[in-house]
């Protein structure tokens, strides 16, 4: 019991957001928590809330689906099979779905980085620096039906939001899409573009898909690429994380929605239980 009352005094605040003189960095979640412990052993958990679901990928992820690839706990770097994260690959299609259906306003966040050591990929590090993606509204398994964010489609030469085959906002703005090459300076220096391909190689990029108040935008690190009216009422459907041709590796997933659609009845009924010997 003494346990659980330290855990309860440890509560240091719940507020309507930060304090005005310590903005959230350009990373709007509503309300905060805070929580510290004293003596207490921390153990780390998914997150879930009263309107937003917080995915760190440390259990079996039970809420998502694979929909294309292979998918499993997997090493980011071919050389350091110690470093491993939630991770999947594919030569086509490498989509992971969330199994939960989301209405209303909604704010997706991944923290995703490309899966080094591709067999197929022609590169000198094996890579294919391409599609990045989140997918919502759409239907579980099918992308077209629903919203894409597309990070460097195109053969990574777009960046797009687009709803099956309608564009509905695009950039070609080289900084706004992925380098083409990832295989001079695999550790840090920069080539004689000035592009730094050590940080590719060791980076995370944080996809930000957020449909808001009748509005779509689309950040990448924080950075806004792209902004456009949604023409279309806010369809429910599910969420997705993918890439084409491709591996990618998840170490957080972060979601804040305005409604969750659950279905009526469960989707298995024992009709006749059996009695247990």
């Known amino acids: 019991m003494n346990r659980y009352l330290a855990l309860a005094a440890a509560l240091l605040w719940v507020g309507a957001g930060w304090p005005a003189d310590e903005p959230p960095a350009g990373n709007d979640w509503g309300e905060r928590v805070g929580l510290a412990v004293d003596g207490l052993r921390a153990i780390g958990h998914d997150a879930e809330g009263g309107q ?12 998502w689906l694979p929909g294309g690839g292979r998918w499993a706990v997997s090493a980011r770097y071919a050389c350091d099979p110690e470093w491993s994260f939630y991770g999947g690959q594919s030569r086509g299609l490498c989509a992971l779905w969330n ?18 050591g591709l067999p197929w990929a022609p590169e000198h590090w094996y890579y294919v620096p391409t599609d990045l993606n989140l997918t919502i509204g759409a239907d579980l398994g099918d992308l077209s039906s629903g919203t894409s964010f597309v990070y460097s489609g195109r053969g990574g030469t777009t960046t797009m939001i687009r709803r099956g085959d309608q564009i509905l906002a695009q950039t070609q ?3 706004k ?16 573009t000035g592009l730094d391909y050590g940080g590719f190689h060791r980076h995370w990029w944080r996809l930000e898909a957020r449909r808001t108040g009748g509005r779509l935008t689309f950040s990448v690190d ?4 792209l902004d456009v009216a949604d023409p279309e009422p806010a369809r429910p459907g599910h969420i997705a994380l993918w890439t084409v041709g491709s591996g ?16 009526a009845q469960p989707l298995v009924v ?3 239980p059996t009695s247990l010997p």
């Open 52 to 63: 937003s679901l917080d995915y760190t990928f440390n259990a079996a992820p039970v809420d």
């Open 173 to 175: 703005e080289t900084d």
């Open 222 to 225: 924080g950075r806004q690429l």
């Open 270 to 272: 024992v009709r006749q």
């Open 99 to 116: 199994k939960r259906e989301f209405a209303g306003d909604l704010v997706v966040e991944a923290y995703v980085a490309f899966k080094h």
């Open 177 to 192: 899409v992925l380098p083409a090459f990832t295989d001079h300076n695999p550790y840090g220096e920069l080539d004689e």
């Open 248 to 263: 990618f590796v998840i170490a957080r997933a972060r979601v804040a929605y305005g409604a969750e659609l659950r279905p």
